[in-house]
Nanobody, 115 residues
Framework: QVQLVESGGGLVQPGGSLRLSCVVS????????LGWYRQTPGNQRELVAT???????NYADFAKGRFTISRDNGQNTTYLQMNSLKPEDTAVYYC?????????WGQGTQVTVAS
């Protein structure tokens, strides 16, 4: 069974940084692409960043220059480094993978940017 477990969220002041982690189990990690998404109440989940099996990243426009996605194949973990955080980055952040035809999501981790 594929499982994803996020961690690293919390409360941070504007301009601060956080690093989110997502540990993936139940699939061959090196075979899957990975993604980070976020969702605020009343809104659809939106893409933040993705990383391919080969390590190529892709970012939403709002994330470019501030966020960095990475993966550690030895630890079955993907990371999202978030810098220069803004209040509008406040959301629940989820990681996702799709080893086949089904999307698997983690439980999410809350990020709150406030002073």
């Amino acid at each position: 069974q594929v499982q994803l477990v996020e961690s690293g969220g919390g409360l941070v002041q504007p301009g601060g940084s956080l690093r989110l982690s997502c540990v993936v189990s139940g699939t061959i990690f090196t075979d899957v692409n990975l993604g980070w998404y976020r969702q605020t109440p009343g809104n659809q989940r939106e893409l933040v960043a993705t990383i391919t099996r080969g390590g190529s990243p892709n970012y939403a426009d709002f994330a470019k220059g501030r966020f960095t996605i990475s993966r550690d194949n030895g630890q079955n973990t993907t990371y999202l480094q978030m810098n220069s955080l803004k209040p509008e980055d406040t959301a629940v952040y989820y990681c996702k993978t799709r080893p086949g035809w089904i999307d698997y999501w983690g439980q999410g981790t809350q990020v709150t940017v406030a002073s």
